[in-house]
């Protein structure tokens, strides 16, 4: 009953934005932070480094105690004291002094420079120098990467290792970040059975979409629990039902076409409401959403790559901005390999493989050809208002690995 | 004493590619297989679909029964059974007969071609059809996605959610995959500390690189564990020593330049062999490598940055492809944004942050500089025969997003 209209794939996206819950956040150590998403701006309780601290190994001395300094008019100094790191020199370097320094170790105050050891020799506390160096040469100045008090990042920042770095740096050994959403995956069809190397008895299917299906709500920084039920209405019903009071999304697949067996969004219609079912895209149109006890339904097909490109369309933005991550489609252009007919009136997700410069759709793409999914590395986006494109044309690409968290 | 002649990039590269090692083989759970790589070759034990499939909720018939058939000219059939997904129907589609469809479901003997619903009404058992279909519509053939016996997947493909619905279809409940390494990450540094908020005592500086490197480790598949060594050459000896017993590859941060504190690569060459110690690339230039007790040790310097460049540049395809994944820098061309210069004899690998057309580097990027890694998405590499580039040149980019596992 609900797929006589189709929605237009942008209203269908703005009912979800519209929809958007945000996850509570929890303060967890550092050392689990990453790939989460802070919660919080970092304020750094230190300066980085935290005094002027040598890069090289060699000396700390005056700069202009080896101006002119070459190898057939080498200088010479006098070693006064050594530094490693995690100590400070207790002397003062004066004129014609060098401290012997390590990377990473406090210049001693009076230098004002380092020269690297492979331009010295040195013999007892008599070193000679062979190069000359300018003021700050080898030098990392007090707070040159993080000044105590700076925002060194912001709230909704993504966890990669470098922040991870930055963070620690910044003097914090917890951190806030947004929970994970538990996402409840309930697969729907009595035709569905796990894999077996058995020979399939009856009209059975192996569940192929629990397994993809699952790894892309992983993908999507998201913990998920699977249920597979059968398609009566009350099953299905008492599974929506109980997962809509424990779990934070709702993820089904199967049912959702129009045939009496397709029970998935009259359940939704009779737990809450349906925000849309059928959206006039290709693969995935029976796609349907809905709001029950508050929470965020997605309906997914049964026919695996419908599935998955539903999910890539509407369920990922969902689970990223409920982590406080910003997502969008990441389109980039690449030439037509091929002819690319499509229909007016209807967004088109077409598998392709895509190279820096080409992208070529997969021919055989019916929506339960897992194949294709596996040939592909890439979408080809034709709008609604374009009738395909010929060879050569410039056109919309999304690449797969730019849609992992 | 070992960095004194620097080796070239590819010498080094080549030096680690000559004792690349590949991990064992586990039998798992399918369940458990998202992201590994595989050991074996996926052969279907199932056609699929096993059977001619409905791809639409609708009527099986024969299509010649519909020719002509119009909204004006519709037609009439005699509905003679109903099936659903996960039973057959033992009736046959005769002349003039139809079988109610749902997608999913076995297309009846007789039958070769389902109708769409949309384009039908029906009387009880009378069916009025207002379309036409052509012989095979709306039917998904019997093994259009895999053929029994057919070898679907390769040994060492990455198992991506695609290649997880593959295998299930293909009938696989367990799947043999690699092993991931397990490495021991060794930081050493007397002047190292937690992250704390309290102000650093002495010269003391906290330690990024446990969580950056770490972060890292687990980016390319691997596991981690991690100790914090003093840079005593007894304390680094006996660290390494150990690690080397139990691990399966070994890496180390810190202690890697020339002064008197820097054991590390004098620990590498106590208990086994120095591969190379010191490379001509920018920043990173003390990085080492070696073999202890049959085991890899990568030696990363202390200076964040550096370490982390070095990371990318020796220890990423070594971690992948123990585990049989291949791994080769995925470099394409951008427009540099700015003039960079280079120095010849060096490769440069310069923190940049790339868009679809231009590269532009970060300018400040000291070796300790994390947050200039917080900026950059990318690298700019600049090979050690090219002086380097002006504006507007087309240079060779790698995205940090197609470095990861």
Redesign the interface.
């Known amino acids: 009953m609900f797929l006589?209209k189709l929605d237009s794939l942008n209203d269908a996206l703005k009912l979800i934005d519209d929809n958007q819950k945000l996850m509570d956040t929890e303060e967890i150590p550092?050392?689990k932070a990453?790939k989460r998403v802070l919660a919080e701006d970092i304020i750094s309780?230190?300066n980085?480094?935290?005094?002027d601290?040598s890069?090289?190994?060699g000396f700390a001395l005056k700069a202009e105690n080896t101006f002119n300094a070459s190898q057939s008019q080498p200088k010479t100094l006098k070693i006064i004291d050594?530094v490693?790191?995690?100590?400070?020199s207790d002397k003062s370097v004066g004129e014609g002094h060098a401290v012997?320094?390590?990377?990473?170790?406090?210049v001693p105050d009076g230098a004002d420079a380092v020269l690297m050891?492979?331009y010295t020799t040195t013999k007892d506390d008599e070193l000679t120098i062979y190069s000359q160096v300018t003021p700050g040469e080898n030098i990392?100045p007090k707070a040159?990467?993080?000044k105590k008090g700076d925002t060194?990042?912001s709230k909704n920042t993504f966890i990669?290792?470098?922040?991870?770095?930055?963070?620690?740096?910044?003097?914090?050994?917890t951190v806030k970040v947004f929970k994970k959403p538990n996402v409840k995956l309930i697969i729907t069809?009595?035709?569905?059975v796990?894999?077996?190397?058995?020979?399939?008895s009856?009209?059975?299917?192996?569940?192929?979409?629990?397994?993809?299906?699952?790894?892309?709500i992983?993908?999507s920084g998201a913990c998920v629990s699977i249920s597979h039920v059968g398609?009566s209405f009350k099953e299905v019903r008492n599974a929506i039902h109980d997962a809509s009071e424990e779990y934070d999304v709702i993820m089904t697949t199967?049912g959702t076409?129009?045939?009496?067996?397709?029970v998935v969004l009259d359940v939704v219609d009779d737990l809450g409401e349906i925000l849309f079912h059928g959206v006039a895209i290709r693969p995935g149109k029976p796609i349907g959403a809905g709001i029950i006890n508050d929470k965020m339904i997605f309906t997914f097909s049964?026919?695996?790559v419908a599935a998955?490109s539903q999910f890539d369309i509407f369920a990922r933005k969902y689970l990223f901005e409920m982590q406080g991550r910003k997502f969008d489609l990441s389109v980039?252009?690449r030439q037509a390999k091929l002819k690319i007919p499509s229909q007016l009136g209807r967004t088109d997700f077409i598998r392709a493989f895509s190279d820096?410069d080409y992208a070529r759709h997969i021919l055989?793409r019916?929506?339960?050809?897992?194949?294709s999914?596996?040939e592909?590395n890439s979408y080809i986006i034709i709008d609604e208002n374009d009738e395909g494109y010929q060879k050569g044309d410039l056109i919309n690409v999304v690449f797969?690995?730019?849609l992992l968290w």
């Open positions: 006589s550092l050392d990453h309780y230190h980085s480094p935290p005094f601290k890069a090289m190994d050594m490693g790191a995690g100590c400070f012997i320094i390590a990377t990473g170790a406090p050891k492979e990392s040159e990467d993080i060194v990042l990669r290792y470098q922040e991870m770095g930055l963070i620690a740096s910044a003097g914090y050994d069809g009595n035709e569905l796990e894999p077996t190397k058995d020979e399939l009856d009209a059975k299917i192996i569940n192929s979409n629990k397994f993809t299906i699952k790894s892309m992983e993908d398609d199967g076409a129009i045939s009496d067996g397709d049964g026919q695996p998955m980039t252009k820096d055989n019916g929506s339960g050809i897992i194949r999914m596996v592909a797969f690995n730019s």
